[in-house]
């Protein structure tokens, strides 16, 4: 027993003895590392000025003197930015020229909101991206006044990209759509990019509308050629050699594209500036301008055909705005049922992933009907 107490007194001193050695090592580690940061601080100063080695020290991927990979491929942190549209397209535009990614790259769908205000609709599409993180990622464009206030909690926080004035059937749309692509681009493991509204709904679970996008061999861009909107005079001669009267396409502005066809898109300096200056209402530029550069550009990688539901039976010039009323399983079966599409050249009864246009009073009795009829 004695023995034993003694052991315990010798095993404590020689820890006692142990700690004031360690706390010189680190002491002495500590020391070191502040001569080399001075060390290199003076010498940056001296070479590159004060500023550098602010800016170097504020970029935390810099400020390890090894660069990694992981500082390339790392999406940014924050989606606020002070890049003008002229600096992001040019960032944006620059794709690696080797096909092979030399890591393992999980690629993931951007879905890109371009709203005026609050998207009412929400609460559904959190359900919908529940538990799918890593699969997606969210953008969205409003009118630069709007603050939108998502919870931390939310998919949609902070998922805001510096946005300017959009007009509806002006080139500024297209420019706001450019703008979600440039933003979603710079991350480097977006490979699909979808177009939505304040006013759309998601027709299929997570797992549907992902594979069904995912394994596709085209891009969905509604793309039609039709001769009598030519007749019509929204096609200017002076779009020529550029924009041909026979590439002029028009088609509904809510796209689903490849990483290929956004790149494309957004480093696009020939035809911009022609619909830019030619394509002026009645010609409505967010219709003509992606079908028509795209047609152009990549004509075997689009489906020509638009994956969003739309109600145009009733006359006029806007489609169908359904509320809370019109919320029927009626209505939901009517948007699933009798669809019969081409899908990698193979007919599917799935033709529309995505609904359009409801109303925030629609919410609560989509939120009832989704679990049934739209598997969310
Ligand atoms: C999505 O819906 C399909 C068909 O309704 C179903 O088979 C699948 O299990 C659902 N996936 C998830 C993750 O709920
Ligand atoms: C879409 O239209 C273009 C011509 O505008 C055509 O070359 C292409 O094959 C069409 N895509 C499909 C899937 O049919
Ligand atoms: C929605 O319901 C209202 C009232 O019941 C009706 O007047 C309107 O036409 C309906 N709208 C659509 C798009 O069905
Ligand atoms: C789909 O077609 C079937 C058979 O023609 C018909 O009975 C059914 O009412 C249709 N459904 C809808 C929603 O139009």
């Known amino acids: 027993m004695g023995n034993g107490k003694e052991f315990a007194v010798v095993h404590r001193t020689s820890q006692i003895r142990a700690s004031p050695n360690r706390l010189l090592h680190l002491l002495v580690l500590f020391l070191g590392l502040c001569f080399i940061f001075s060390v290199v601080s003076v010498y940056m100063i001296r070479h590159h000025g004060a500023n550098d080695v602010v800016a170097t020290l504020m970029q935390p991927c810099f400020e390890k003197e090894l660069v990694s990979l992981e500082c390339w491929i790392k999406p940014p942190s924050k989606l606020l930015h002070s890049m003008s549209d002229e600096e992001l397209f040019w960032r944006a535009s620059s794709p690696p020229r080797i096909k092979k990614y030399p890591f393992n790259r999980v690629p993931k769908i951007a879905f890109m ?9 929400v609460p559904l599409w959190e359900r919908f991206f529940k538990e799918h993180s890593g699969l997606y990622e969210i953008y969205v464009h409003s009118l630069p006044s709007y603050q939108a ?16 004035v959009a007009k509806w059937g002006r080139m500024s749309i297209c420019d706001a759509e450019r703008r979600l692509l440039a933003n979603a681009l710079l991350d480097i493991n977006n490979e699909w990019f979808v177009l939505l509204s304040e006013s759309c709904i998601p027709l299929y679970n997570f797992s549907i509308i992902c594979n069904y996008i995912t394994k596709s061999k085209y891009s969905f861009v509604g793309a039609f050629d039709d001769p009598a909107l030519i007749r019509r005079g929204h096609y200017d001669e002076n779009m020529a050699p550029e924009v ?13 594209i490849n990483r290929k066809l956004a790149l494309f898109i957004v480093a696009d300096t020939k035809f911009y500036p022609k619909f830019n200056e030619f394509c002026r209402p009645p010609c409505v530029g967010d219709e003509h301008y992606f079908p028509t550069v795209l047609t152009i550009q990549a004509p075997d990688l689009l489906a020509n055909r638009s994956i969003t539901w739309v109600d145009w039976s009733r006359e006029g010039a806007h489609p169908a705005t359904f509320g809370s009323t019109n919320i029927t399983e009626q209505l939901m079966k009517r948007m699933l049922e009798n669809n ?37």
């Open 149 to 164: 206030d998502f919870p931390p909690t939310s998919a949609f926080y902070r998922r805001q990209i510096p946005s300017q």
């Open 113 to 121: 909101f371009l709203t005026k205000g609050p998207l009412p609709l």
């Open 244 to 256: 041909e009267i026979s590439q002029w396409r028009k088609g509904s502005q809510w796209f689903q």
């Open 340 to 376: 019969t599409c081409p899908y990698n050249n193979q007919p599917t009864s799935i033709c529309y992933l995505f609904a359009r246009k409801f109303a925030p009073s629609a919410l609560e009795p989509l939120f009832l009907l989704a679990p049934k009829y739209l598997g969310y």
